[in-house]
């Protein structure tokens, strides 16, 4: 069989050749077209490498804004948990100071609560002093009426203000059912009266027969008052009982009325057991300036406390006196009965009657029925009487 092949070849050489070249016609042709697509999948192959960088330079960009974007986050949730803390932190620190606060304010509840009961203690020693130093018949208001000036004898009375007042009791009598008191203008109106004793008025047409008697009179007490105000000096209580130096306390009450302005201050006498203070100014104050400054503050120890400010009043009692005796001008007119038990037109009947000089009288001042029960008046000694005694 390879002798036939190789006879074959030998025999036609041409068509050998020509299928060679055929094949390699062929083979020229595939090699294009593989070219051709290779280039057509090295396009695609560079389309797909510039697609993938576009996408990894996408990705590049996303990943920083979301790495921005975490650190934005980040941020805002560190900002919000300063926030947080310093939230509750100011929170913390306000419960704390409103503990305080309601811790001061309860002590100082209990302080007032301890500063009223000191002070109704101090109230009811006050009444007991009062009551045991005062005299022993109430002295009932009475207007003041100033009858003369002396002349000053020293600096001090020019600098002080000073006056006497002349008191005296009024005394009460009691005026019973069926009785009436008649004061006249004359005492020998009232004498002649009593001494003549029975009389006959006529009363609603009806003659009623009254005996006339002297009015006795409890005992009084009269005295006077002399009573100077210092002008420059005040009276400083209510200081704090504190444990510091008594200096330290001067210098406080200095400072404070040297702020006040109410002058220079002289000396300060300061005495720690009464809680009290006198300061002395070089000139004299005017009382309006004293009284503006009646309730003052003073700190001590951070501690603010109310100090009472008034004038130095300095009173004597002088001359005090016991009298007793009879009314010169009065009279008690008893077994006044009269059906009329109106006590006003019984009065005025009464009055007109004993206003007659042919019925032993003279002029009234007043006259006092009671027609029922029991009434208590009082007699006041009359100014030119008082002055004799003093």
């Known amino acids: 069989m390879l002798a036939e092949f190789e006879s074959e070849s030998k025999a036609s050489p041409w068509r050998t050749a020509t299928m060679s ?7 020229s042709t595939s090699e294009t077209e593989l070219l051709a697509e ?4 090295k396009e695609k192959l560079e389309k797909i490498e510039k697609r993938k960088t576009e996408i990894l330079l996408s990705k590049l960009a996303l990943d920083e804004k979301r790495k921005m974007k975490q650190k934005a986050l980040a941020d805002l949730k560190d900002q919000s948990n300063k926030q947080v803390t310093e939230r509750m932190r100011i929170e913390k620190k306000q419960q704390e100071q409103l503990s305080l606060i309601c811790e001061q304010n309860s002590k100082l509840r209990k302080e007032i609560e301890v500063l009223k009961v000191n002070l109704a203690a101090k109230k009811m020693k006050c009444g007991e002093l009062t009551q045991s130093y005062s005299l022993q018949q109430c002295l009932l208001k009475k207007k003041m009426k100033f009858v003369h000036l002396e002349d000053a004898k020293d600096e001090d009375d020019y600098t002080n203000f000073s006056c006497r007042f002349h008191l005296a009791t009024k005394i009460p009598f009691t005026v019973n059912q069926g009785e009436a008191l008649i004061q006249f203008e004359e005492e020998s109106v009232a004498q002649q009266l009593i001494r003549k004793h029975n009389h006959i008025i006529n009363l609603e047409n009806k003659e009623i027969a009254l005996k006339a008697y002297p009015v006795p009179l409890e005992t009084g007490t ?12 005040i009276c400083v209580s209510n200081i704090p009982n504190v444990k510091i130096a008594e200096e330290w306390m001067k210098d406080k009450l200095e400072l404070l009325f040297c702020k006040a302005k109410l002058g220079e201050i002289q000396n300060i006498f300061y005495d720690p057991l009464s809680q ?3 300061v002395t100014f070089s000139q004299p104050l005017a009382l309006n300036k004293i009284i503006r400054y009646e309730q003052s503050c003073i700190s001590v120890f951070g501690k603010i406390h109310l100090l009472t400010v008034s004038p130095v009043i300095k009173s004597v009692v002088e001359k005090v006196q016991m009298f007793s005796g009879t009314s010169r001008k009065t009279v008690l007119l008893t077994g006044i009965d009269a059906e009329q038990k109106d006590e006003e037109n019984v009065g005025d009947m009464i009055e007109i009657h004993f206003q007659k000089p042919s019925n032993g009288g003279g002029e009234v001042d007043r006259v006092t029925y009671i ?3 029991t009434k208590t008046v009082y007699f ?3 100014e030119a009487d008082f002055i004799g005694d003093s």
């Open 276 to 278: 009290k203070a006198i």
């Open 222 to 233: 009269t005295f006077k008052i002399h009573v100077k105000i210092l002008q420059r000096e």
């Open 371 to 373: 027609p029922k029960g």
């Open 38 to 41: 290779l280039e057509k999948w």
């Open 380 to 382: 006041e000694l009359d």
């Open 21 to 27: 070249e055929g094949e390699i016609s062929k083979t």
